[in-house]
């Protein structure tokens, strides 16, 4: 009789820590949605903010009659390059900036995320994008008292957690609602879907806000994210329960120095140090395809770091406004929508249903295959992109680049590989918190690819600016996506 309550009371823990995947997915795709529009939305109004301010002090030097009495300038003379390469060193400042804050500041967060949730950490997350748009609308509203430098304040509170935290618990909550792969595989497929349909949609949508007003589309992404504080309280976290004792181990990212960071009166420095060490170990513990993988996330995110310079590429090589820039990269959104939502996820229905008994083996061969593909399709957009000296031949390229947008979703997937994963990554007791951990490691890998991508790219195209080669960013990219694929080829599955 006791064995049998026993039994009830490990099943109805059991229910208790599985949350309705549904709902929970549901929230998390809202609220990647609203966080992404957010930061979509406040791009393209910024390089106009600071390229409008150093038009203005150019030409107030240089050729005072084209400002206006009201201090406004036709921004089509701003394309000089006098103005072009300050804006892009700026944007590069920037850019890193806030890469830095996030990345240095990853394990610390991912204590905090462990001892309190992963709701917490979402919260917190919000914080430092709230700040950051506010302030870039304090600095625009009062130019005449505040320089343009004061912007890089604005992304100092990425110490509160960026794009590196946030997205490693999206996919570690993700690929904890399902033990199911093509399940899994479709989830990641949406949370992509969602992000890159998101950051080409934007610039189309502050493009038409920004003809109303500058700080329109700014004023949106702060309301955004005020949204994205409740709809954060509907998404329920399947490892974080306070009262299991029991399950310590299945915690998010470090699980050894968990019951210290609780009771121990020693700096906050030892479990951060062992969160390292612990990191360290389980990246020595995977085998060599976890190594292959992790270099080619390095290698495809610095890659992927010229669509940051996307509107500036072409507003400055084409001679366009910044709100007609917006509107052809979200050109580019059917496709990834299409691509994202309904190929990907069709291509892993039909695998499955047409072979249910298939092996798993196989699938990653799948994955493997399909990521060589994306990755030869980005090579050929970035080529395509660089070499497109009209906007005729930029609209193609730009659609052959998007093609790659479904990278992700298979290297994502092959990190639940018996070829990626140690072999005690299946036992039941191990199974999450060793998920969430090697999640987190992407995603840290990924965002040291955008901290040295961001000045990379930035650097490239002030060069691009003087030598009058615009491509030059592109051909790097076109370099480096070459590069992954040498990598890849050392996979075996």
Same mark, same amino acid.
């Given at each position: 009789m006791d064995t049998v309550e026993q039994n009830e009371d490990v099943s109805m823990r059991g229910m208790r820590r599985r949350p309705r995947p549904k709902r929970t997915i549901l929230a998390l795709l809202v609220l990647l949605l609203l966080v992404n529009l957010a930061a979509s939305l406040y791009q393209l109004p910024l390089n106009r903010i600071i390229e409008r301010r150093f038009c203005r002090e150019y030409y107030s030097t240089h050729d005072p009659s084209v400002i206006d009495d009201d201090g406004n300038i036709d921004e089509k003379i701003c394309k000089i390059d006098a103005v072009q390469r300050r804006l892009a060193r700026l944007m590069g400042i920037l850019e890193t900036m806030w890469i830095v804050g996030d990345f240095v500041m990853t394990i610390p967060l991912a204590f905090v995320t462990e001892k309190y949730g992963r709701r917490i950490g979402l919260w917190l997350n919000i914080v430092p994008r709230l700040s950051m748009l506010t302030w870039t609308v304090v600095v625009g509203y009062f130019e005449e008292s505040l320089p343009l430098t004061a912007l890089i304040a604005g992304p100092a509170l990425s110490v509160f957690g960026g794009d590196c935290v946030f997205n490693s618990i999206v996919y570690s909550l993700a690929a904890s609602l399902t033990d199911d792969n093509v399940v899994r595989a479709t989830y990641f497929s949406w949370t992509n879907a969602v992000s890159y349909v998101v950051t080409f949609v934007g610039p189309g949508l502050a493009g038409a806000t920004m003809t109303l007003s500058i700080f329109l589309p700014i004023w949106i992404g702060i309301c955004l994210l005020l949204l994205a504080i409740p709809m954060i309280a509907l998404i329920q976290d399947p490892t974080h329960i306070p009262p299991a004792a029991e399950d310590e181990q299945r915690r998010?990212?470090?699980?050894?120095?968990?019951?210290?960071?609780?009771?121990?009166?020693?700096?906050?420095?030892?479990?951060?140090?062992?969160?390292?060490?612990?990191?360290?170990?389980?990246?020595?513990?995977?085998?060599?395809?976890?190594? %292959? =993988? #992790?270099? @080619? $996330?390095?290698?495809?995110?610095?890659?992927?770091?010229?669509?940051? +310079?996307?509107?500036?590429?072409? !507003?400055?090589?084409?001679?366009?406004?910044?709100?007609?820039?917006?509107?052809?990269?979200?050109?580019?959104?059917?496709?990834?929508?299409?691509?994202?939502?309904?190929?990907?996820?069709?291509?892993?229905?039909?695998?499955?249903?047409?072979?249910?008994?298939?092996?798993?083996?196989?699938?990653?061969?799948?994955?493997?295959?399909?990521?060589?593909?994306?990755?030869?399709?980005?090579?050929?957009?970035?080529?395509?992109?660089?070499?497109?000296?009209?906007?005729?031949?930029?609209?193609?390229? %730009? =659609? #052959?680049? @998007? $093609?790659?947008?479904?990278?992700?979703?298979?290297?994502?997937?092959? +990190?639940?590989?018996?070829?990626? !994963?140690?072999?005690?990554?299946?036992?039941?007791?191990?199974?999450?918190?060793?998920?969430?951990?090697?999640?987190?490691?992407?995603?840290?890998?990924?965002?040291?690819?955008?901290?040295?991508?961001?000045?990379?790219?930035?650097?490239?195209?002030?060069?691009?600016?003087?030598?009058?080669?615009?491509?030059?960013?592109?051909?790097?990219?076109?370099?480096?996506?070459?590069?992954?694929?040498?990598?890849?080829?050392?996979?075996?599955?």
């Open positions: 998010p990212l470090i699980s050894s120095p968990n019951l210290k960071a609780r009771t121990s009166k020693a700096s906050l420095l030892s479990p951060v140090t062992e969160r390292i060490r612990t990191l360290h170990s389980i990246i020595r513990s995977h085998p060599r395809n976890f190594a %292959l =993988l #992790l270099v @080619s $996330f390095f290698l495809t995110s610095l890659a992927s770091s010229d669509t940051k +310079l996307l509107a500036q590429y072409i !507003s400055k090589r084409y001679n366009w406004l910044f709100a007609w820039a917006g509107y052809l990269l979200s050109a580019k959104a059917i496709v990834n929508f299409t691509l994202l939502t309904i190929v990907v996820p069709g291509i892993l229905r039909s695998r499955s249903a047409s072979d249910p008994s298939q092996s798993r083996s196989l699938s990653d061969r799948d994955n493997v295959r399909y990521a060589r593909i994306c990755l030869a399709v980005s090579v050929l957009g970035a080529l395509a992109i660089a070499s497109s000296v009209t906007v005729w031949l930029l609209i193609p390229s %730009l =659609l #052959l680049y @998007s $093609f790659g947008a479904a990278l992700p979703v298979f290297t994502l997937g092959l +990190l639940k590989s018996p070829s990626v !994963s140690p072999k005690d990554i299946d036992e039941p007791g191990n199974s999450t918190g060793a998920e969430t951990h090697v999640f987190s490691i992407v995603m840290m890998v990924k965002t040291l690819g955008s901290l040295v991508g961001a000045p990379l790219m930035a650097t490239l195209w002030v060069r691009g600016i003087a030598t009058g080669t615009l491509g030059v960013p592109y051909f790097v990219s076109a370099a480096l996506y070459v590069t992954a694929i040498i990598v890849f080829a050392g996979m075996r599955v």
